[in-house]
């Protein structure tokens, strides 16, 4: 199975990545970035790895960094809903699909 990203995601993606790369430095960024695929291409492999919660979705941190993914599995591969900050906008990601 494989995985994607919603415009949404990959744009807090981008901004995640951005964020580090500007704020600590570019080997953080690139750092975040790699653990982001491994983590997303664990979850396509094992897509039940991740905590449920609502409307079939599962959320699964990404390794040590402050962010957790938001995915479904779905027909087409894993589907990455967001990419969440721990300390922002708490659970604003319960309206996406």
Same mark, same amino acid.
């Given at each position: 199975? +494989?995985?994607?990203?919603?415009? &949404?995601?990959?744009?807090?993606?981008?901004?995640? !990545?951005?964020?580090?790369? &500007?704020?600590? +430095?570019?080997? !953080?960024?690139?750092?975040?970035?790699?653990?982001?695929?491994?983590?997303?291409?664990?979850?396509?492999?094992?897509?039940?790895?991740?905590?449920?919660?609502?409307?079939?979705?599962?959320?699964?941190?990404?390794?040590?960094?402050?962010?957790?993914?938001?995915?479904?599995?779905?027909?087409?591969? !894993?589907?990455? +809903?967001?990419?969440?900050?721990? +300390?922002?906008?708490?659970?604003?990601?319960?309206?996406?699909?």
């Amino acid at each position: 199975m +494989s995985y994607y990203l919603t415009p &949404e995601a990959d744009t807090e993606l981008t901004e995640a !990545v951005a964020f580090y790369a &500007e704020r600590v +430095s570019l080997t !953080v960024a690139r750092n975040f970035l790699r653990k982001f695929e491994e983590t997303a291409a664990l979850l396509a492999e094992f897509p039940g790895l991740g905590t449920p919660t609502t409307q079939g979705r599962q959320l699964f941190p990404i390794g040590r960094y402050p962010y957790t993914m938001l995915y479904r599995a779905a027909p087409a591969g !894993v589907r990455i +809903s967001a990419i969440a900050h721990h +300390s922002r906008r708490p659970r604003y990601w319960e309206q996406r699909p």
